[in-house]
């Protein structure tokens, strides 16, 4: 997870100063919905490889169906609006609360590939040997 960590900090550096101008308008932004929605506006494939290591020797995405496409592009955005929630958490006062998020992030990884909504998506990566790390 370190590897999202990285890529989001990149988009949305924290602390006052945006040096991405694209990114200021959502850098103190809260709501799931519209982080969801600029995640899915920047998804690059590079970046989901590099986060995704681990399946992207396995999976190609302009070779992949549609829906393969777009399982992608929900996997990268909804961990992308969790990890940057995360890091919104400021580390020296609220330690506790981010430590406890975090948890719930994993969890969440961990549970996603149970998702009805994404059955048939994880049941054909399955079977080609693609499995997320744990945690």
């Not at 999976?59 to 996997?75: E, P």
């Not at 020296?92 to 969890?107: A, D, K, Y």
Request: glycine content about 4%.
């Amino acid at each position: 997870m370190d590897r999202i960590i990285q890529v989001v900090e990149e988009v949305l550096p924290p602390g006052e100063k945006y040096t991405n101008q694209r990114a200021e308008p959502l850098a103190r932004e809260r709501d799931p919905a519209r982080l969801f929605r600029y995640f899915c506006s920047i998804f690059d494939v590079s970046k989901f490889n590099y986060v995704f290591s681990w399946a992207a020797a396995k999976v190609d995405y302009s070779r992949s169906t549609a829906r393969g496409q777009w399982y992608m592009k929900q996997v990268w955005a909804n961990v992308a609006v969790q990890v940057k929630l995360y890091l919104d958490i400021d580390p020296e006062t609220e330690s506790q609360l981010r430590s406890g998020f975090w948890n719930e992030i994993v969890q969440w990884w961990d549970a996603m590939v149970q998702d009805p909504h994404y059955a048939c998506v994880v049941q054909y990566h399955s079977s080609r040997g693609i499995s997320p790390p744990s945690g």
